[in-house]
Every structure is written in structure tokens, then in C-alpha cells.
């Protein structure tokens, strides 16, 4: 009899830890999909920043397909709680067949950026990547980069644009201030 209810308590166990997996993954997914509207929806996009470095590569792999790269480091500001996200030339949330490249809403660890600080153990890390494969060249990437302030209080966002081609970035998007002076123009 004593197995038996030990057996029920362990099914039970199970079934909670599964539920809370099943929670936190449609959690993350609903993240993910937000970040990917914002970045849908959003119409300013700068081509630099100034509270970190960005700097992108592109290669061409064996099988005709492209590989690239997107650093984020050089923090000019103490940055917490860091998500990174791009996608590529324009597609749709909708019309999206494969997961765009993120950092920060999937993952189990937080990732933070502080000046002249690093601890990888402990989650403050010296720069972040994130790479992606598609079929163009070149590549139009749009980015979202957003990261808390050291209370965890204050949320910045930051959009990024770029077009990558294997011999580097080859356009970004115009400053914000300029595209202010043409709207008004």
C-alpha cells in the first residue's frame, strides 16, 4: 500500500514540474513573439548607440548558404537583465518559418553588461552574439536591444538597422534625428 501512495506522490510531482515547464516555455514564446511585434511595428530605427558597440560579419558557408554574426559589447553603462533580438529582411511574425536570432528571453541565465567588468560564471559577460543563417546577400536585419537599469526599475530599448553582406555592413539605417528632419520636412 505504501509503494502505491508513493508512486501516486511521484506521478503527481511529474505532472507539476511538467506543468510549470509547459508555463514558462509558452511564457518565454509569448516574449518572444512580443519582441518580434515590437520590432515589426516599430518605424525609427538608428545605426548606432551610445551605450555599447555593435559590430556585425557575414560568411558565406559550403552549401551556398550565409552565416552571420551580430556583437554587442564595449558597455559605456551598467546594463542588466540584456535581450537582444533581429530579424531579417522584413518577414513577418506570421509569415516566419524558423526562430529569429535571440538572446535573453529563452535562456534560463540573465545576461549583464557592466564597464570594464566581467564575471561569465556569474552572468556579466564582456560582450553578446547572435548569429542566424539565411539564404540572401545581402541581409536587412532589423534589432531590438533592450536591458534594465541596476535596480531593475527602468527598461531601455533600443532599434537597430543594418544591411550585412560578406565584405561587411554595407548600409544602416539613418539617424533618428535625421529622419525626424525629413518627417517634418
Same mark, same amino acid.
Given at each position: 500500500?505504501?509503494?502505491?501512495?508513493?508512486?501516486?506522490? &511521484?506521478?503527481?510531482?511529474?505532472? $507539476? $514540474? &511538467?506543468?510549470? /515547464?509547459?508555463?514558462?516555455?509558452?511564457?518565454?514564446?509569448?516574449?518572444?513573439? $512580443?519582441?518580434?511585434?515590437?520590432?515589426?511595428?516599430?518605424?525609427?530605427?538608428?545605426?548606432?548607440?551610445?551605450?555599447?558597440?555593435?559590430?556585425?560579419?557575414?560568411?558565406?558557408?559550403?552549401?551556398?548558404?550565409?552565416?552571420?554574426?551580430?556583437? +554587442?559589447?564595449?558597455?559605456?553603462?551598467?546594463?542588466?537583465?540584456?535581450?537582444?533580438?533581429?530579424?531579417?529582411?522584413?518577414?513577418?511574425?506570421?509569415?516566419? !518559418?524558423?526562430?529569429?536570432?535571440?538572446? *535573453? +528571453?529563452?535562456?534560463?541565465?540573465?545576461? &549583464?553588461?557592466?564597464?570594464?567588468?566581467?564575471?561569465?560564471?556569474? $552572468?556579466?559577460?564582456?560582450? +553578446?552574439? +547572435?548569429? *542566424?543563417?539565411?539564404?540572401?546577400?545581402?541581409?536587412?536585419?532589423?534589432?531590438?536591444?533592450?536591458?534594465?537599469?541596476?535596480?531593475?526599475?527602468?527598461?531601455?530599448?533600443?532599434?537597430?538597422?543594418?544591411?550585412?553582406?560578406?565584405? *561587411?555592413?554595407?548600409?544602416?539605417?539613418?539617424?533618428? /534625428?535625421?529622419?525626424?528632419? !525629413?518627417?517634418?520636412?
Amino acid at each position: 500500500m505504501q509503494k502505491f501512495e508513493t508512486l501516486i506522490l &511521484c506521478s503527481i510531482l511529474l505532472l $507539476g $514540474g &511538467c506543468s510549470s /515547464a509547459k508555463s514558462s516555455e509558452s511564457a518565454a514564446q509569448a516574449a518572444y513573439e $512580443g519582441y518580434y511585434t515590437s520590432i515589426e511595428t516599430n518605424s525609427s530605427f538608428a545605426q548606432s548607440s551610445l551605450y555599447y558597440s555593435v559590430s556585425a560579419e557575414m560568411t558565406q558557408m559550403s552549401d551556398s548558404t550565409y552565416r552571420y554574426y551580430v556583437v +554587442i559589447d564595449n558597455p559605456q553603462i551598467a546594463m542588466y537583465d540584456i535581450v537582444v533580438m533581429a530579424v531579417e529582411n522584413d518577414i513577418p511574425l506570421a509569415s516566419s !518559418e524558423k526562430m529569429m536570432p535571440n538572446i *535573453g +528571453i529563452f535562456d534560463s541565465r540573465k545576461y &549583464c553588461m557592466i564597464p570594464f567588468q566581467s564575471n561569465p560564471d556569474d $552572468g556579466y559577460v564582456k560582450g +553578446i552574439v +547572435i548569429s *542566424g543563417e539565411t539564404d540572401s546577400n545581402p541581409v536587412s536585419l532589423k534589432m531590438l536591444v533592450e536591458w534594465k537599469d541596476r535596480n531593475h526599475e527602468n527598461a531601455e530599448r533600443e532599434f537597430l538597422q543594418m544591411e550585412l553582406t560578406p565584405d *561587411g555592413i554595407t548600409s544602416t539605417a539613418e539617424p533618428e /534625428a535625421s529622419a525626424s528632419a !525629413e518627417a517634418e520636412n
